[in-house]
C-alpha cells in the first residue's frame, strides 16, 4: 500500500510536507512523487532510485525535495515557495528495480491527496 497525507491549502509562498506511508512491499523499489493538476495529465515531479539518486523535474527544481526515512518507511516531499501552478493531486508511486526511474512508468500509485496554492 502507498497512503498519501499532508495535503492541504496554503497561499503562494508558503510550504507544505507530503508523506507517503510505504508498505513492505514496496521499501526497495523506486519510489517517486506525481501530480495532476485539474483537466492535465499527470506529471513526473521527483524520483528517488533504489540506490538512492534523486531527480526533480525542472519545474520544481530548487524548491521540492524528496526524502525517505531511514527505514524507508515513509516518502517524503517537502514542498516551498509554492505556486498557484503547483495546484494539483500528489500521488506517490513505486516500480520494482533495475528498470525503474524518473521518466519511466511507474506501476503502483496511491490514492492521492490535493494540494491547493492561492495567489
Known amino acids: 500500500q502507498l497512503v498519501e497525507s499532508g495535503g492541504g491549502s496554503v497561499e503562494s509562498g508558503g510550504s507544505l510536507r507530503l508523506s507517503c506511508a510505504v508498505s513492505?512491499?514496496?521499501?526497495?523499489?523506486?519510489m517517486a512523487w506525481f501530480r495532476q493538476p485539474p483537466g492535465q495529465a499527470r506529471e513526473e515531479v521527483a524520483s528517488?532510485?533504489?540506490?538512492?539518486?534523486?531527480t526533480y523535474a525542472t519545474s520544481v527544481k530548487g524548491r521540492f525535495t524528496i526524502s525517505q526515512d531511514n527505514a524507508r518507511n515513509t516518502l517524503y516531499l517537502q514542498m516551498n515557495s509554492l505556486r498557484p501552478e503547483d495546484t494539483a493531486s500528489y500521488f506517490c508511486?513505486?516500480?520494482?528495480?533495475?528498470?525503474?526511474?524518473?521518466?519511466?512508468?511507474?506501476?503502483?500509485y496511491g490514492q492521492g491527496t490535493q494540494v491547493t496554492v492561492s495567489s
Open positions: 528517488i532510485d533504489s540506490g538512492g539518486r534523486k
Open positions: 508511486a513505486a516500480d520494482e528495480p533495475p528498470l525503474c526511474g524518473f521518466g519511466l512508468s511507474y506501476e503502483y
Open positions: 513492505d512491499t514496496y521499501k526497495r523499489y523506486c
